[in-house]
């Protein structure tokens, strides 16, 4: 098959599994990224991550990571959800962890599509990405296509916002490459002025050590007084930058039954969170992202926010 006709059949398969976005380039060192990142970590920006400043060489070239790679096709699956929390003075969760872990519905439907790719193109050598390797999707999205890199570092697509998970396949399929499109911020600084902990700095860059979603996911030590009541009742994560986002305006309900969150989880109100358990934490999260933060993390982050 040719270039254009590998191009096509991936969208379609991508499509088919329920993608909402697909887009490729080709694969090579991300030069514009290289400086950033070696910026940002520089300036200590990851905070307790110290797994980002692991593999540096490979979250810039993909064919360290997958020898003879000559594509990155990028993937976008929707999560957005207009459903809400029953009690607003409850703990807030963040959209994307409602409901089953994304990290497994995803990979699974990759798996799938990259079968049925083989299937009809022949034996090519690829793998699949789903934020759990040393690979800037963000990056990668971005030059295929998808969308651009806003201010408050989240991929946006201007037909559907950016309530959307991210995912790559890296592969030695010959396709050609998408186009980058324009960054469509221009003035607008409504995350970084809804931002109550100020993490969002200038040129598209997150200070770690103060985004609310590190802070109550990533950080494995006690949350810093100083941010005592900026918080704003988030205890898993944070949606605040990307709820006030206008281009936000175009996300819709996404139709994934594994993302339908639980109606127990949605219900419970402020106290119960206060009260919650071991027992009752691996029930509404037994398959949920928010077991990255274990019960003892939770517990943490529902004490500092009450």
């Known amino acids: 098959m040719t270039a254009a006709e590998n191009t096509s ?10 993608f909402g976005f697909c887009g490729v380039s080709e694969a090579g060192f991300l030069s514009d990224e290289a400086p950033r990142l070696e910026k940002w970590l520089k300036n200590g920006h990851q905070g307790t991550m110290q797994w980002m400043e692991n593999h540096f060489e490979k979250r ?26 029953k009690d607003a003075k409850a ?74 998970f991210l995912a790559q396949i890296i592969s030695d399929l010959d396709v050609l490459a998408d186009t980058a499109i324009t960054n469509y911020c221009g003035t607008c600084t409504a995350c970084i002025d809804a931002c109550p902990t100020e993490a969002i700095l200038p040129n598209n860059v997150i200070d770690s050590n103060k985004c609310i979603s590190y802070l109550t996911i990533e950080l494995r030590e006690e949350i810093p007084a100083t941010f005592k009541d900026k918080m704003d009742n988030w205890a898993f994560g944070c949606d605040i930058c990307q709820d006030v986002c206008p281009w936000n305006r175009f996300s819709k309900p996404h139709a994934e039954p594994f993302f ?46 009450r």
Not at 9 to 15: I, M, T
Not at 112 to 140: H, K, M, Y
């Open 9 to 18: 059949l991936v969208k379609r398969l991508a499509k088919e599994a329920g």
């Open 60 to 85: 810039l070239d993909p064919r360290i990571l997958v020898p003879g790679a000559k594509s990155v096709i990028s993937f976008m699956y929707n999560y957005f959800t207009p459903q809400k929390q």
């Open 91 to 164: 703990p807030k969760i963040a959209k994307y962890a409602l409901g089953e872990d994304y990290h497994t519905v995803i990979k699974d439907k990759l798996y799938a599509l990259l079968q049925d790719l083989r299937a009809q193109v022949g034996d090519i050598n690829g793998r699949v990405f789903v934020d759990s390797a040393p690979v800037l999707e963000r990056a990668w999205a971005a030059k295929s296509g998808l969308g651009w890199i806003g201010k408050n570092s989240m991929l946006i697509n201007t037909k559907a916002g950016s309530f959307y």
């Open 260 to 305: 339908q969150p639980l109606n127990e989880l949605m219900e419970m109100k402020r106290d119960e969170w206060c009260e919650i358990n071991e027992r009752l934490f691996e029930r509404l999260f037994e398959k949920s992202a928010v077991q990255r933060t274990k019960f003892k993390g939770l517990k943490r982050n529902i004490s500092f926010i």
